[in-house]
Nanobody
Framework: QVQLVESGGGSVQAGGSLRLSCADSRHTDARHCMGWFRQAPGKEREEVATIDVDGSTTAADSVTGRFTISRDNVKNTMYLQMNSLKPEDTAMYYC?????????????????WGQGTQVTVSS
């Protein structure tokens, strides 16, 4: 079973950059649609970006052009490169995965979740 562990969060000033990582600590195979989500205090969780096994990606309008999602299937690790960070990007960031074999572009839910990593952007 997949066990996801995020790292790379922290505090940064507006305009700065951070790189989040999400590793499957149990080293299961990498045939999962994976994604990054975030939740700010008092707000609903929102999808930030997704990446399929073939490398195809999606990204929320609010982060397009600033955030880049990628994955290394050999290392079973997913990344989120965040540039030009804004105070409104402040949130707990979670990585997630769907059941093996499911594509990202369907309505099946993400079933595996990490514990989250905090990103704080100050103005």
């Amino acid at each position: 079973q997949v066990q996801l562990v995020e790292s790379g969060g922290g505090s940064v000033q507006a305009g700065g950059s951070l790189r989040l990582s999400c590793a499957d600590s149990r080293h299961t195979d990498a045939r999962h649609c994976m994604g990054w989500f975030r939740q700010a205090p008092g707000k609903e969780r929102e999808e930030v970006a997704t990446i399929d096994v073939d490398g195809s990606t999606t990204a929320a309008d609010s982060v397009t052009g600033r955030f880049t999602i990628s994955r290394d299937n050999v290392k079973n690790t997913m990344y989120l490169q965040m540039n030009s960070l804004k105070p409104e990007d402040t949130a707990m960031y979670y990585c997630a995965a769907k059941l093996r074999g499911l594509k990202c572009n369907n309505s099946f839910a993400f079933v595996y979740w990490g514990q989250g990593t905090q990103v704080t952007v100050s103005s």
